[in-house]
């Protein structure tokens, strides 16, 4: 079996000895350019027209992550980028959740203990006792109640907090109150702090906007985990100065790396961190990989993690 690899940042010859350890019967390489070499599986990450457009005997393509908002607008600008009637697959969890709980736990907790607000008074050597936010009030919600949304929303609940869930399709989660996709006014009223776990589809693209903003609690909090194209830049910055919002914290940008002239960088609400959220975690996605290929190769049919064309995630 023919595996190629292709990854513009990972290290490639890890990852393969990582994939061969698994499969010491497969041939892994990686993109050289002008390979001209067809193989079975392809495991990806933002690959270019070439990588791919001349792999005509691909059983499966494994993106290696788990939004594919970025390589189903690449093909659309670029048909033929993706071969034809290949099954494309996405990572599902793989080690991400529990980034995503830690990551979500200390960014909501910075903000419900206003740690934020005194490490500004500490640079101005205040000393004043804010009041405290309570659990009533501080509702969170979270929209996205997928793999990743619902570990986040569920874990967030056994902190105590009241948490809404968002998703397309209604679902049934222990301690959270779930809403489906025509509920979106009942879900957002009352949110005092937000978190974004929706993938990044032509129906999403933009929704963290005014008129999402208009309807949160005054002085609200934006946590957004997903893409940076699912948020407005210039409403946030608008819903910041006119204190709707009080604070976001951002992990993904429209532009990455968010470009130093980025008017978020000098917006003392707005933390920033480069895209870390969640990393792809090699002895945890290859695994996961390396499952769906033996059943495939058994002529199974893989449900799990097949990307939805239609949909987009
Ligand atoms: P997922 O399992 O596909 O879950 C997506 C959720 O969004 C589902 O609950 C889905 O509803 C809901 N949804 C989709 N379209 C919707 C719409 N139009 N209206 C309402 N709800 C909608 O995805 P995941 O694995 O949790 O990942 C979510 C996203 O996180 C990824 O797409 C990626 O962009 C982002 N991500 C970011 C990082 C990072 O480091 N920052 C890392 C990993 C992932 P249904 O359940 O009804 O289908
Ligand atoms: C990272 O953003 C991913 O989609 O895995």
Redesign the pocket.
């Given at each position: 079996m023919d595996i190629l690899f292709y990854h513009p940042s990972a290290d490639s010859n890890d990852w393969i000895a990582r994939i061969m350890a698994q499969l010491p019967n497969a041939n892994v390489y990686t993109y050289h350019q002008g390979a001209t070499q067809t193989a079975d599986y392809a495991l990806v990450w933002d690959p270019t027209r070439e990588i791919l457009s001349h792999q005509d005997n691909l059983k499966g393509i494994f993106i290696l992550?788990?939004?594919?908002?970025k390589i189903l607008n690449q093909q659309k600008r670029m048909p033929g980028l993706l071969p034809q009637n290949v099954p494309l697959y996405?990572?599902?969890?793989a080690g991400?959740?529990l980034?995503?709980q830690e990551y979500a736990i200390a960014s909501v907790m910075r903000y419900f203990r206003r740690l934020d607000e005194y490490y500004q008074q500490q640079q101005h050597k205040q000393w004043h006792v804010l009041s405290a936010h309570s659990y009533e009030e501080f509702v969170i919600g979270v929209?996205?109640?997928?793999?990743?949304?619902?570990q986040v929303a569920t874990r967030l609940a056994a902190l105590g907090f009241k948490v809404k869930g968002?998703?397309?399709?209604?679902?049934s989660i222990d301690h959270v109150d779930c809403y489906?996709?025509n509920q979106?006014d009942e879900f957002i009223s009352g949110t005092k702090l937000l978190i974004n776990?929706?993938?990044?589809?032509p129906?999403?693209q933009g929704?963290l906007n005014k008129s999402l903003f208009t309807k949160l609690e005054d002085g609200a909090y934006l946590i957004n985990?997903?893409?940076g194209n699912h948020v407005v830049e210039e409403d946030l910055l608008n819903a910041i100065a006119n204190k709707k919002i009080k604070a976001a914290t951002l992990?993904?940008f429209a532009t990455e790396p968010l470009p130093s002239e980025h008017p978020f960088w000098c917006t003392p609400e707005i933390t920033i961190t480069p895209?870390?959220?969640?990393?792809?975690q090699a002895d945890k996605a290859i695994p996961q990989i390396v499952e769906k290929i033996l059943r495939i190769e058994k002529g199974e049919k893989v449900a799990e993690g097949l990307i939805d064309l239609e949909?987009?995630?």
């Open positions: 992550g788990a939004g594919v908002d996405r990572l599902e969890d991400m959740a980034q995503m929209m996205g109640l997928g793999v990743l949304g619902e968002w998703s397309r399709s209604k679902k489906s996709q979106h776990l929706l993938p990044c589809t129906q999403t929704i985990l997903a893409r992990d993904v895209h870390i959220s969640a990393l792809t949909k987009g995630y």
